[in-house]
C-alpha cells in the first residue's frame, strides 16, 4: 500500500497541469413539457452522452423517463425533452445508435423485475425491451460494445429487519450480446452470471450494486452490503476472481452525533463496503467506499485485479470536505461526506480519477500517477446537492455531474453542471481552512463578516451548527485562509446561538446578534445583541424593549455593524423582514447606544418581490465615509434568483426614534448588483449571500451561506466585488 493519504490535499499540481471550470448548469425541470408545474419532483442522476458526445442522457427516477440535453454548445445546454420509460430508470449508457437503459419495474422487494429498454437516439424511441428476470441497478457496456453488463441487485428492504441480509432472491450479473448498432442480439434470453457463494458476510444474498467493464472485456462488480468485489469474463460468462473489499482504520474525523464538525475522532475497521468502481489502466481498480449496511469508509482505495490494495485514501476526503467548507455534519455520526461515485477519464494525457461525495456535493479529482505511487490530488469541483451521475466525455475536454436531489419547496433543484478542461487555475475555491493539529478547521453556514483594520476579516456561523463560533480570515491569501476558530461561550461553556453578524468593537472584542424564533413552538429564542470577548465569552446579552419584541416574526437579527466611538458609539442591527408593525416591503434598522441601553429605530425600504419568495436584509456595514451598506436580497436561488444587491443608506440628518414615535424612512441606492457576479460562477445561482465587509483598501467582500451543507448547495463563498463605485 503506498503512500500516507492525509498530505495529499495540500500538495501542488505540477505547472504543466490545467483544471476543470464550471461553464454551465442545466435545471433538469426545464426539460419538464409545456404546462406542467416546473416545481413538479425531477431528478437527474445517471448520466450518459451520444457517441459524439453532443447530446447527454439521463435517467429520471421521480418521473419515469428518460431526459435528453443538447450540449453542442457546452456553455449554453438546451432541453430536448425525454422518452418515458415504462417503469422506473436505474442507469442508463450508449453504444452505437442506441441507448440501453436499465428499467425497474419490480411491484416489491420479493418479486423484482425489470428490463433493458433500447432507445434508439435518432427517434428517442424505445425499440425494444429485453427481460432480465430482475431488478437492474447499474448497466455498462464493454469498451469494444459487444457486450452489455447489468447489476441485477434485487434490493433489499431497509424496513425488514432493520434492513439485514439475506433477503432474497438473490442478484446476479445478467449479460447481453450487442450488434454493431448496440442491439442485443439475445433479447429473450440474457445470460446470467451466478454471484452467490463467492462473499464471506452472507455468501446466499450478493447485492450487487455497481458494474464496470474494462478493455479486456472483464466487469468488476461491487457487491455492496457484502463488502467483496467479483471479476467477470463478459464473453465467457465466467468468475474470474473476487475477494473482499476489507476494512480500514479511520483517524481525525468528525463523529459527533451533534451538528459540530470536530475532526476528533477515530473510528476502527470500518469495512469499505464500496458503491461505485471504476477500471483504470495497468489492471487495477478504484471504488468509492459509500457504505450501505454496516460500514462506509468515507474515502476511495485502490486495488490490483487481485484484491491487492494499492492506495486507500482514509480520512483524506474527509479533510477536503472540511478544509473547503463542504462537510455536511449532521452526517459526522454517519458516513460523512459519504463518497458513491467514481469515474475515469484521461485529460492532457494523465489519468484522472473523479470521486463524488453524495453528502459534501463536491467531486474531488485526483491524478493517477502509476501503481507505486499515490495519487495526486488536483481540485474539487463544486456540484448540485447530491451528485450520482459522473461523466467524464475526453473527446470533447468535458466532464459532466448528474446532482438528483430537488426540492421547489426548499430551493433545491436537480441539475446537469458542465465543466471544461483547459484552465490554467481554479475560480473555486474562494475560501479554505488553514490545518491545526493534523486537521482543517471545519467552517461552513458563514452569515456575517466585519473587516479590521490590520486587513483581516472576521465571520461567524449561524445556528446550524450545535456551538456557535468566530472565524478570523487573512483575505489576502488566493485562496481566502480561515487562520483560527474561536468558540463562543456562556459561562465557560460552548453555547448554540444563531449568529447572522458581527462586528468589532474600538475597544477590543465584537458585538455579535443572534436571530430569534419567537413563532417557534417548542424553545422559542429571543433576537439578542451580544457583547463577547476577543476569547468569545459573553459579557452581556442585550435584548430589545419589550414593545419591540412582541412584533417579532421568526426573521430576525441578520446583521451588526458598529458608528462612532466613546460615548456617541452606535450599534446597528438590520432586521431581516418586516415585523407585524412594519409596513409592507418595510424593515426595521436599530440603533443601540451602549452608553445609555437605550434603543431607536429607523425604516428601511425592501424592494418587492420580482417573483416568488421575499426580499429582505441580510447584513448591514460601516463604511469609511460614515453611510453604511446593506446586503438586500430575495430567498430565491438558481434562475428564479432576481434580487441579490449591495445598497448604501447615508444617515446624515437623519434621526432614528424610539418605538412609538414617527420612524424616519432611510433613502437608499443601488451600490452593486451582486446577481452577475453569483452568475459568473455559471452554478446554481447561490440564495444567501449573507455577509459583507469593507477592506482597508476600500474594497467590499461578500460572503454566502451554504446551510452547513445539509440538503443545500456545499460551495462556501468569498466574493471580492471592488471598491464601492458612485452611487445614484
Not at 425 to 453: R, W, Y
Amino acid at each position: 500500500m503506498v503512500g500516507a493519504a492525509g498530505a495529499i490535499v495540500l500538495a501542488a499540481a505540477p505547472a504543466s497541469a490545467a483544471y476543470f471550470e464550471r461553464v454551465a448548469t442545466f435545471p433538469v425541470f426545464e426539460n419538464l413539457p409545456d404546462g406542467v408545474d416546473p416545481a413538479t419532483e425531477t431528478a437527474a442522476e445517471i448520466i450518459a452522452a451520444t457517441p459524439d458526445g453532443m447530446t447527454l442522457i439521463y435517467s429520471d427516477s421521480p418521473n419515469g423517463q428518460l431526459g435528453f440535453i443538447d450540449i453542442t454548445d457546452p456553455k449554453s445546454p438546451r432541453p430536448l425533452g425525454a422518452v418515458a420509460m415504462d417503469g422506473e430508470p436505474t442507469s442508463v449508457t450508449t453504444v452505437g445508435k442506441v441507448a440501453l437503459v436499465g428499467v425497474n419495474t419490480s411491484e416489491s422487494y420479493t418479486t423484482p423485475s425489470g428490463h433493458v429498454a433500447v432507445v434508439d437516439l435518432a427517434t428517442r424511441e424505445v425499440v425494444a425491451r429485453c427481460d432480465v428476470g430482475g431488478q437492474p441497478d447499474s448497466v455498462a457496456a464493454s469498451r469494444d460494445g459487444r457486450f452489455l453488463a447489468l447489476a441485477i441487485e434485487n434490493e433489499r428492504d431497509e424496513d425488514v429487519n432493520d434492513g439485514a441480509i439475506p433477503q432474497l432472491p438473490a442478484g446476479y450479473l445478467a449479460i447481453l450480446d450487442l450488434d454493431e448498432d448496440g442491439v442485443p442480439g439475445n433479447c429473450e434470453s440474457a445470460r446470467k452470471v451466478e454471484l452467490a457463494g463467492l462473499a464471506a458476510v452472507v455468501p446466499d444474498d450478493p447485492e450487487p450494486e455497481f458494474v464496470d467493464v474494462n478493455e479486456a472485456g472483464v466487469a468488476a462488480v461491487t457487491l455492496q452490503e457484502n463488502n467483496h468485489i467479483a471479476l467477470v469474463d463478459l464473453a465467457s460468462s465466467k468468475v474470474t476472481g473476487h475477494f473482499p473489499a476489507g476494512s480500514v482504520d479511520l483517524d481525525r474525523i468528525p463523529t459527533s452525533e451533534e451538528a459540530l464538525i470536530e475532526p476528533i475522532g477515530s473510528l476502527k475497521a470500518v469495512p469499505r463496503e464500496p458503491d461505485a468502481v471504476g477500471w483504470l489502466s495497468g489492471g487495477r481498480l478504484v471504488t468509492a467506499n459509500e457504505g450501505d449496511w454496516q460500514g462506509g469508509s468515507r474515502g476511495f482505495t485502490v486495488f490490483d485485479d487481485a484484491g491487492e490494495v494499492l492506495y486507500d485514501s482514509g480520512s483524506l476526503l474527509e479533510h477536503v470536505a472540511i478544509r473547503h467548507g463542504m462537510y455536511p455534519a449532521k452526517r459526522a455520526k454517519a458516513k460523512g461526506n459519504e463518497p458513491e461515485g467514481i469515474e475515469i477519464g484521461t485529460f492532457g494525457g494523465e489519468e484522472l480519477i473523479f470521486v463524488g461525495s453524495e453528502r459534501a456535493s463536491m467531486v474531488t479529482v485526483f491524478a493517477d500517477m502509476g501503481r507505486d505511487t499515490a495519487p495526486e490530488f488536483r481540485q474539487v469541483l463544486p456540484t448540485g446537492v447530491g451528485p450520482e451521475g459522473l461523466l467524464a466525455i475526453p473527446e470533447r475536454n468535458l466532464f459532466v455531474v448528474a446532482a438528483e436531489t430537488d426540492s421547489a419547496e426548499d430551493a433545491v433543484r436537480s441539475n446537469v453542471m458542465i465543466y471544461q478542461y483547459g484552465a490554467e487555475a481554479t475560480s473555486f475555491p474562494s475560501i479554505v481552512s488553514a490545518e491545526v493539529d493534523g486537521a482543517p478547521i471545519g467552517f461552513g453556514a458563514l452569515s456575517g463578516l466585519a473587516a479590521a483594520g490590520d486587513g483581516r476579516l472576521f465571520a461567524v456561523s449561524d445556528g446550524f451548527y450545535a456551538s456557535a463560533r468566530i472565524f478570523e480570515i487573512d483575505p489576502s491569501q488566493r485562496p481566502a485562509v480561515i487562520t483560527r476558530a474561536i468558540t463562543v461561550t456562556k459561562d465557560g461553556q460552548p453555547v448554540h446561538y444563531d449568529l447572522e453578524g458581527i462586528a468589532l468593537k474600538p475597544e477590543g472584542g465584537f458585538w455579535l446578534v443572534s436571530e430569534g424564533n419567537t413563532e417557534r413552538a417548542e424553545n422559542p429564542t429571543e433576537n439578542l445583541l451580544l457583547d463577547v470577548a476577543a476569547d468569545g465569552a459573553v459579557r452581556q446579552e442585550i435584548a430589545l424593549p419589550e414593545e419591540v419584541a412582541g412584533q417579532a416574526i421568526r426573521f430576525g437579527f441578520e446583521g451588526v455593524t458598529v458608528t462612532g466611538e466613546g460615548g456617541s458609539q452606535r450599534v446597528v442591527v438590520a432586521i431581516q423582514r418586516p415585523w407585524k408593525d412594519d409596513a409592507a416591503n418595510e424593515a426595521k434598522l436599530g440603533f443601540y447606544t451602549p452608553a445609555s441601553g437605550e434603543w431607536s429605530f429607523a425604516r428601511y425600504p425592501l424592494d418587492a418581490p420580482a417573483g416568488k419568495g421575499w426580499v429582505g436584509l441580510s447584513e448591514v456595514t460601516a463604511l469609511a465615509d460614515g453611510r453604511l451598506a446593506l446586503i438586500e436580497r430575495d430567498n430565491q436561488g438558481g434562475p428564479g434568483a432576481a434580487v441579490k444587491k449591495v445598497t448604501v443608506v447615508d444617515l446624515h440628518g437623519v434621526t432614528p426614534a424610539p418605538i412609538g414615535q414617527d420612524l424616519p424612512l432611510l433613502t437608499k441606492s443601488t451600490a452593486f448588483d451582486v446577481l452577475p457576479v453569483l452568475q459568473r460562477t455559471h452554478g446554481w445561482t447561490i440564495e444567501k449571500i449573507e455577509g459583507l465587509a469593507q477592506l482597508p483598501d476600500g474594497r467590499l467582500v461578500l460572503a454566502s451561506d451554504n446551510d452547513g451543507a445539509a440538503d443545500a448547495l456545499s460551495e462556501a463563498g468569498l466574493f471580492d466585488l471592488g471598491p464601492l463605485p458612485a452611487t445614484e
